[in-house]
Nanobody
């Protein structure tokens, strides 16, 4: 059974950094496209970043481009989101998604498995 678990959220001041981690088990990790999404109160879940099977191809939302970096370690069955220069508008629950396939995807409906999320709060 596939399991996805996020960690690393917390409270940080504007301009600070956090590194989120996502551990996936139950399927061959190297066969999964991975993505990060976030959902703020009263808003829909929105795309943040995605990474392909090898880790050599990535895609980002315009709102985080240049500040966030997605990476993966297939040997550890893990994907990461390094978040720098955080802003109050980055405050949200961050979710890790796993997609069975080979193409990058920015639509939440394209992902097959989800974690429960980790809260990120950026204070002003």
């Amino acid at each position: 059974q596939m399991q996805v678990v996020e960690s690393g959220g917390g409270l940080v001041q504007t301009g600070g950094s956090l590194r989120l981690s996502c551990a996936a088990s139950g399927r061959t990790f190297g066969s999964l496209v991975m993505g990060w999404f976030r959902q703020a109160p009263g808003k829909e879940r929105e795309f943040v970043a995605t990474i392909n099977l090898s880790g050599r191809s990535t895609s980002y939302a315009d709102s985080v481009k240049g500040r966030f970096t997605i990476s993966r370690d297939n040997a550890k069955n893990a994907v990461y989101l390094q978040m720098n220069s955080l802003r109050p508008q980055d405050t949200a629950v961050y979710y890790c998604g796993a997609r069975v396939g080979v193409t990058l995807a920015s639509a939440a409906t394209s992902y097959d498995y989800w974690g429960r999320g980790t809260q990120v709060t950026v204070s002003s």
